[in-house]
């Protein structure tokens, strides 16, 4: 009888191994792994006039993922010492970065860079200055075992969260059970961050909702137009971070990813290649990412190397052209116009208040964004 219940049970067992390869075999590759669906679809709230943002097939964001992404975005556990998180350097109060020219990760060396803000991550491409990475799921994999930041592995990481009183049932919640894998922490903290949006400045309000008839500051309405008007007559920002329908972004888009503004003398070029570091092409050299100017009275020092310390000093450096050698930018070249470009006092003016009014506070203080272990 024995032996008859044994062998029954192997030929099951041997046809459901035989079933579960077939349909390996004739899955689509695309489609990675199983998707758990005992997780809550999450209603992402797409701002009026944004298009469909970027989410991958193989990572829908979810209540639990969004939540789960949050406790692991902020836990200084993903560091080896437990003494910095992602939060450390992205930090809500300066949309998401940090006040130091280039970035100090947990002893103490600095990064190479200045740290992004995050917000509206879902409607972008390339991440990073020379957009290295075209995932948040591979991007978040990557700070827990860089030196330079947290000097960790996410073998060491994952035995911590298997070890910990709440983790394992907030990743099942999310992925299913033994969820506990680095991909799953990536997933995680990918739907967090394209959770966080940004779409409720005053120049929102006033230019694309029209819920308020004009800016506070009155000179903001002027310095948008003097922003938007091409050179000699104006300021000529909005090809590189337009204002109308990529208001979404307003930075890198489409064709236009990657510039030199003009920032970097050739000898800096050498020291940080940039974009020429991710394609080898020296055409390529000293291009960046070209920076979303929304919330940027918020993220200061600015550029790539955290050289320029606040928006006076920005005005200030486009209005002297920057260094023209080299593959800066044609669109900031200007033949003809000489490096100065002599704004006038009331312009310069108008410019910075167009630049606050790019601010939003609901997002930095909307409360889903901050630091669930802060009480
Ligand atoms: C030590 C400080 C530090 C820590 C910790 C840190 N970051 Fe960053 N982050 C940076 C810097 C600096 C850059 C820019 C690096 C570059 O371009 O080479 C950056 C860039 C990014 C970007 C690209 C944004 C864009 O617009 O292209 C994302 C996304 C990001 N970090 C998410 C994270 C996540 C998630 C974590 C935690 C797993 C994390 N960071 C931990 C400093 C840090
Ligand atoms: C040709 C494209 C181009 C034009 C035109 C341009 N920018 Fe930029 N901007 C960039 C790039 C690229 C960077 C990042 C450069 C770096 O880090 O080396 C940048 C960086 C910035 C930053 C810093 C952002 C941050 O997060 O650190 C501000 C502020 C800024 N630009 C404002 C302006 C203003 C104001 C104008 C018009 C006067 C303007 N830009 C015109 C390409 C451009």
Known sequence: MRALRYSIVLA??????????????????????????????????????????????????????????????????????SSMSCGSCHHPRFAFADETPSSKGIHGDQTRR?????????WQQNFFWDGRVTSLEDQALLPVTDQLE??????????????????PAMFKAAFGPDAITKENAAKAIAQFERSIVSAGSEMDKVVRLKTKTAFDDARARQGMEFFETPVPAGADCFHCHGVQSTAYIMGSLGVLQFSNNGLDKPEDRLIDRGREEVTGNPDDRALFKIPSLRNIALSR?????????????????????GDTTGNTDILLRHPGLGLERNWTIEQKESLLAFLRSLTDYDYISNPDYQDPFDN
């Open 114 to 122: 200045n740290s992004m803000p995050l917000f509206n991550l879902a």
């Open 12 to 81: 099951l067992l041997l046809v459901i191994v035989i079933l579960s390869r077939c349909k390996k075999d004739t899955s689509d590759p695309d489609v990675s792994g199983t998707l758990w669906n005992g997780a809550t679809p999450y209603t992402f709230k797409i701002p009026e006039g944004f298009p469909t943002p970027n989410i991958p097939a193989d990572n829908p964001m979810t209540v639990e993922g969004i939540k789960l992404g949050r406790f692991l975005f902020y836990d200084p556990r993903l560091s080896k010492d």
């Open 301 to 321: 020092p600015y550029m790539h190397d955290g050289s320029i310390p606040d928006l006076d000093s920005i005005v200030e450096f486009y209005n002297s052209g």
């Open 150 to 167: 947290l000097d960790n592995s996410w073998e060491t990481v994952v035995k911590r969260l298997e070890a910990d009183s709440v983790y």
